[in-house]
């Protein structure tokens, strides 16, 4: 996995942090190249309490710590908690172990207890930089009594061996310090720790911290100082240093820690950077519950729902998670804030859905309804009503007057408007620049701010765009159905994709009318009067095509055609057709009642399969059916008598006992080679209906 390249601030960090790590390694270097710079100094009194000192800073740092650990629960924090305790018993030991306080010599533990105790530290500070998975981390804590009990163990046992003088501690010092068993085991020290340095400067990298910086400046100079261990003989300047070296370190750490302590005001998160991975996941899972219950309860106190104060509320949140004051401030904060980002946001998909709600054939009082739902909702904090403009006079949805007068204002200044007491603000909905409605939103605890003031507005403005797109989709719809089949109309609408070019087979029955003596009609009426006969002879017959569930799908000067069964499923479709044909005479006579100079309708009908569809080019097409079913039909229309309705033997067969028909006879007719068989329809005997 690729490191994250270090932000700008930590690179500088890391440089300026170079120079005075490196200074005490060049200082060891020089004094080792130099033994007359490497002067003796040797006071009792100093180191004891110089290394008492730094022992008592690490106990401290060990125990605040394990309050961390037991908090956290994290692996991490533990073995760098070793790296304390370790440390702060074996420079206790060393401590104790001067010349001339309990022992009044210098012997074998007096030299090797530390170095010991920095060895034993190391190996922890190597493993705590590890990054260990869940499970192995899990593990860990199960046994973590038993591994904080062995360095104390341990420690004791040091003890007995240093102040007892007992094997392998009963040598001369000489002997311990020039030892290659010392010298080997300063040397892994050295390594350990410089190891565990830079799996924490890669942590860094990724978390820049004081604290994580702290800790891998720590483990770099007490490597430094195993070097020194390694290097040096007792009280000469290199042995100091590394005294230096180790008090340097963990009082660096301490400080990082009490200045975190002062800025979080509480230990609870003063280690936090340094824990693992999932430590960190399960924190921000916490924190985020704790952030999304605050901004919950703020939201029902801000909804005006019952329930406790905010200072309540914060109380129980600190409690159940441990936040200091500062840290519910901040929380509380960022809870307001978020709280405000949400509200804004799903005020802003209200509009986004309003705006696609804009482009749905609706009604306009169905559509205004659906989107006033859609605002309440997203406005959830307003009370939100529309009125729309009837006669002059604004109806409100709720049917409840304006609250105030200077909601009907705005009708004719157009401008929203807001009443006295600040609570109700009123916009305009227009329509082609005139007064169409009202958008009416009252708060009763408090005004509007300029923010929601502007999504308001912005709320009316959609209101607007689909007041008018409603009525404006009514217009075009009733100019749109005027022009084709309602069925198709329909079909299409809820299906526009049915508006392509091209069709299917399907079986139709097909109804072919026409005026005979048309043209003599019309050699010797005017044009008026020819278009009034057409007129009113098609405002007679297309009612009763379409209330028989059939499809208009032409007309051809004096001709109508028609199908059944498409673009609607129709069963009986060949029963409709019959019907249609026979209640066609009925209304013609009727329409041409004292006119018997009106020319009237032949019908010729046809059963069976036709390609039915979109016919013509991209900038116009006519839904229709071809084939050789509707060429009879118009073939059937021609040889039929004025008045009658002359079906083919498939439309016969498809119409059963149900029609009473003449006689069949067989016809010639332009494009078939053998007679066809056709009937001439003469009623349909509609079923009797039970008492």
Known sequence: MTTPAAPPVATAR?????????????????????????????????????????????????????????RRRDARLFLVSLVFQVNAGFLAVHALATPGLILQARNAGFVASTPFGLLLGSVAALASAAQLR????????????????????LLIGWSVLAFGRLPPLDVSPDVIETHWVAALAASA???????????????????????????????????????????SRSWRLTWWEWHVLMVAAFVLIAVSVHAQFRREGSALGLFDSMTLQQTITALQREYSRALEEMVDALRR????????????????????????????????????????????????????????????????LQLMDEVLAVAAAAFRRDRLRFGLVRDGAVAFTDRAPARDAATLTVLSTLRPTVSPDGSTFALPIAVKRKAAGVLEA???????????????????????????????????????RSYISPAVATALVADPDQAGLGGRVVEVSVLMADLRGFTPFSERSTPEAVVGMLNTYYGAIVPVILGNGGTVVQFVGDAVM?????????????????????????????????????????????????????????????????????????????????????????????????????????????????????FVLEEIREPRRLA
């Open 14 to 70: 890391l440089i300026t942090w170079l120079a005075p790590v490196a200074v005490p390694l060049l200082g060891l270097v020089v004094l080792l190249a130099r033994p007359e710079l490497d002067a003796h100094y040797e006071h009792h009194g100093v180191h004891f309490w110089l290394v008492l000192g730094t022992a008592a800073v690490c106990f401290a740092l060990a125990v605040v710590m394990m309050r961390a650990v037991r």
């Open 134 to 153: 869940t499970a192995a981390a899990e593990r860990l804590m199960r046994w973590q009594w038993l591994l904080a009990a062995l360095p104390w163990v």
């Open 189 to 231: 020290g050295t390594v350990f720790y410089l190891a565990a340095a830079a799996r924490y400067l890669l942590l860094y990298r990724r978390r820049p911290s004081v604290l994580l910086l702290s800790v891998l400046t720590a483990f770099v100079l007490l490597g430094e100082a195993m070097l020194a261990v390694a290097l």
């Open 301 to 364: 106190r801000a909804d005006g729902e019952p329930g406790d104060s905010r200072a309540v509320i914060g109380a129980e949140v600190a409690h159940r998670f441990g936040l200091t004051e500062r840290q519910l401030a901040v929380l509380q904060e960022s809870a307001e804030a978020l709280g405000r980002e949400r509200e804004q946001t799903r005020k802003l998909g209200g509009l986004v859905t309003i705006g696609e709600r804009a482009s749905v054939i609706r009604g306009e």
């Open 442 to 480: 009252h708060r009763p605890a408090g005004g509007f701010s300029e923010a929601e003031r502007a999504v308001l507005t912005s709320l009316a403005s959609q209101f607007s765009v689909t007041l008018e797109n409603a009525r404006l989709y009514a217009q075009l719809d009733g100019l749109f």
């Open 562 to 678: 028609a199908i059944f069964n498409a673009p609607t499923r129709q069963p009986d479709h060949a029963l409709r057709a019959a019907r249609a044909g026979l209640g066609l005479h009925r209304a013609v006579e009727a329409a041409a009642a004292g006119r018997d100079d009106w020319p009237r309708f032949r019908v010729g009908i046809n059963t069976g399969p036709a390609l039915v569809g979109n016919i013509g080019a991209a900038q116009m097409r006519n839904y229709t059916a071809i084939g050789d079913t509707t060429n009879l039909a118009a073939r059937l229309e021609g040889v039929a008598e004025p008045g009658t309705v002359v079906v083919a033997a498939a439309t016969a067969a498809r119409l059963g006992d149900a029609a009473r028909i003449s006689e069949r006879r067989a016809v010639r007719v332009a494009g078939k080679r053998d007679p066809v068989d056709c």
